[in-house]
């Protein structure tokens, strides 16, 4: 059978591939982004609680209507936003699929989508698959920085839609205010849609705060923001995260949503929402959580040939490793899977053109110890 594939190019995801190889040789996994620790008891308890008791068919097609209560509630605590629980949040089984589903809602065949890399591996794809094309803009090294002239010369009358996402994977960095403005007055007047990626939007470190497209009036009202359960709670598992955006965006979503999977899980979104209205203000520990983390991971590896400067945001940490070697990133990868026994993330499948640096990525959501064994391995490179 010969089958025209719609993505020839397309392999196995970097996140697979490294899991994998970590595992065939036994080295400690600090490349895909998941933690080595339970999410919280009481929400484990919930979850079993909900799952003995019955509650176990389809829940309505946007969520169970407890859990949009508490994003709702949740979203006009953080950031000061009223939003409909009925007409606005949508609950889905990951934050990939409201990404997917928001693509394939409003990016036509021949509509331009700007990107900026290094981009998260799922949105090109889906771009690709709704019959759009990706414009990838590279973020400037080494801050990660968005050029905002670069941007404005790359809009025209086919872009579609800008895919943000801070805090950013696989970087670190995170956008400013001044960031917000800019990017209100490129798109005021325009028919472009804005997808925020913000699944690390508790994970902002050294006093910044997160710039949610949720805080300012004129991003939000042409704005889908996703978010995920999966990173908050620590139950990357659980595949369960949300959708913010006006009314006629979130139908439009919706249209998606309800063909792709319909539903997310029932008593995953019941154990959310009692874990939520228990414990609202759990989320605002983990800033304090993660930068502990990170300062231990990137100490740990001062005097050792990684060249770091500390990530603002999510739980990834970039390495320079320049002085150490000169194989390419994917090769650095491999190496250090197979002989140095510590996984990492190569950057540049992130990228369409070549980067002038030489990066890995580590993921530093694990136990301490697990942290500390890690950087003993690297410090010796
Ligand atoms: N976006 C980014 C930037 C991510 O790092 C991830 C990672 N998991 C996702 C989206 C997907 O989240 P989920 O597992 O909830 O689908
Ligand atoms: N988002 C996670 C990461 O960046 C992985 C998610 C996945 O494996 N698809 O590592």
Redesign the pocket.
């Known amino acids: 059978m010969n089958i025209d594939s719609k993505l020839p190019d397309i392999g196995t995801t970097i996140f697979s591939v490294m899991s994998a190889l970590a595992q065939q040789n036994d080295a400690i996994n600090l490349g895909q982004?998941f933690p080595d620790y339970d999410g919280p008891a009481y929400l484990r308890e919930r979850l079993a609680h909900y799952v003995r008791d019955g509650f176990n068919q389809y829940p309505p097609m946007t969520g169970v209507e407890a859990l949009r209560e508490q994003i709702a509630l949740k979203v006009q605590r953080l950031y000061d936003r009223p939003v409909s629980a009925d007409s606005e949040v949508t609950v889905v089984p990951?934050?990939?699929e409201a990404?997917f589903c928001a693509i394939m809602a409003t990016v036509n065949a021949g509509d331009e989508v700007i990107v900026f890399d290094p981009a998260?591996d799922?949105y090109e794809p889906a771009v690709r698959l709704a019959g759009g094309k990706t414009i990838h803009l590279a973020l400037k090294a080494p801050e990660f920085t968005v050029d905002w002239q670069q941007v404005r010369d790359a809009i025209n009358q086919r872009t579609r839609m800008i895919i943000l996402?801070s805090p950013h994977?696989p970087t670190g960095s995170v956008l400013s205010p001044d960031d917000l403005v800019h990017l209100a007055d490129l798109v005021r007047d325009t028919n472009i849609v804005l997808l925020a990626?913000e699944?690390y939007e508790h994970l902002v470190y050294d006093g910044l705060s997160h710039q949610s497209l949720l805080l300012v009036d004129e991003l939000y009202e042409r704005a889908f923001v996703v978010s995920?359960f999966?990173k908050t709670f620590h139950v990357?598992g659980w595949?369960t995260?949300y959708c913010i955006a006006p009314p006629l965006l979130s139908a439009q979503l919706r249209k998606v949503h309800q063909f792709v999977t319909f539903v997310g899980v029932t008593p995953i979104q019941w154990a959310l929402a009692d874990f939520m209205r228990a414990e609202p203000d759990y989320c605002l520990q983990l800033a304090g959580f993660y930068q502990a983390k990170r300062d231990l991971f990137c100490n740990a590896l001062v005097g050792s040939g990684f060249q770091i400067t500390p990530s603002s945001g999510t739980y990834f940490q970039l390495a320079d490793y320049s002085q150490i070697s000169d194989r390419n990133d994917r090769a650095m990868c491999e190496w250090l899977t197979k002989e140095v026994k510590v996984a990492a993330i190569p950057i540049s499948v992130f990228c369409a053109a070549p980067l002038s640096h030489q990066y890995v990525r580590f993921c530093f959501a694990k136990q301490d110890n697990t942290l500390l064994k890690a950087a003993k391995r690297l410090a010796s490179l």
């Open positions: 982004g990951g934050a990939t990404l998260y799922s996402n994977n990626d699944v995920s999966g990357t595949k995260g």
